[in-house]
């Protein structure tokens, strides 16, 4: 895991002057899904069915990655997936398969796409929880006290971004 995050330890640590708060080793850990979202669910926490497919680029084209993404065991349940990077801004390079047995061209095209970025971490499919349609809340604390929560709700933004989860531009709540 170390050499995955590389890259992400050297982008998140130019800090160019500015002083972290949170220790390193949080962050990094907070950075990749294929870490926290596996020791939240040993510590109890309901995780939703999520399958990671590490050395993306071994699959070598659009179709061994397609592929090797919809062999996975959470893409034969019959219910749609989310594919995303296991380190990314939010809703960077993420997709909804609506049908990972039966591929749209939307999500061809995204595999495309996905192979051409050239990721440098795994890439995860995770079972599509419906009610994630009503935001997802982020819990925010400081110094170890919970300062406020924020929710996070998706934008779409057109009617082809209804199989993309157009969260990228997302709208915030303070609670």
């Known amino acids: 895991m170390e050499q995955r995050l590389k ?16 220790d390193a080793d949080l962050v990094l850990w907070n950075m ?12 109890g926490f309901e ?8 050395q993306t680029a071994r699959c070598g084209s659009a179709k061994g990655l397609t592929d090797a993404v919809t062999s996975l065991d ?10 995303k990077p296991s ?7 993420t997709h909804l398969l609506r049908d990972p047995q039966t591929l749209s061209d939307q999500d061809v095209t995204f595999f495309d796409h996905l192979l051409s970025a ?6 995860m499919a995770q079972a599509f929880e419906p009610t994630i349609a009503n935001g997802e809340y982020s819990l925010i604390f400081l110094a170890g006290k919970h300062s406020h929560t924020i929710l996070k709700s998706q934008q779409q933004v057109n009617s082809d971004a209804s199989l993309s989860l157009a969260v990228a531009s997302r709208k915030c709540l303070m609670i």
């Not at 995780?47 to 590490?54: D, I, N, Q």
């Open 7 to 22: 890259p992400a330890r050297e982008l998140a640590f130019d800090t160019r002057g500015m002083k972290f708060l949170n």
């Open 118 to 123: 050239k990721l440098q971490n795994s890439l």
């Open 74 to 83: 959470v893409c034969k349940a019959g219910c749609p997936v989310v594919v």
């Open 47 to 54: 995780v939703p069915e999520t399958t990671f497919l590490h």
């Open 87 to 93: 380190i990314s801004a939010p809703a960077k390079l």
């Open 32 to 43: 990749d899904k294929a870490t926290y979202l596996k020791d939240l669910r040993q510590a």
